[in-house]
């Protein structure tokens, strides 16, 4: 999803799947990949949309940076490191995703973490601890990110 038109969309869809099983509004709950830079500027209004269903915002990595760097390719001041070296705690990954809690906050609705790209290696015990590790490192890192943001009146 890039902008609130498309949860606008969305919602119509969710709208008439409860309308055709004729369930009551706001039975089918979502949560919503936040994906794109663009998506950011609009985080409000897309929680507002989509209020009926709408469960939380999920910080997405991996099409999230690709969005920045096509959006910023031609500007010198948004160059990133390599895009392999680019991890939640990047500054302005860090920013992204203290800007989704804090919305998130704001507005009642729960954030989570986005997929971790490591998978489980079933017949390698080592490869599979060391992908183990980095996935909970990536998830320690954003509850810290979170608990530290409680902490800040302008946060809360």
Known sequence: MENYHEAELWNEVLDAAEDY???PRGTIKVTVLVEHILFTYEIDEVLYVLRDHIVGLNCGRWDYIFSYLKAF???REFLT???SE???MTPFMQNYARFVIKTCHQRGAHVMGGMAAQ???KFD???NAKALSAVQEVNKNLIILKRKMQTLPKFR
């Open 21 to 23: 099983l004729k369930l």
């Open 119 to 121: 998978i489980p290696i």
């Open 81 to 83: 490191p390599n895009r």
């Open 73 to 75: 390719r031609n500007h």
């Open 86 to 88: 680019i991890r939640m």
């Open 125 to 127: 015990a080592d490869a």
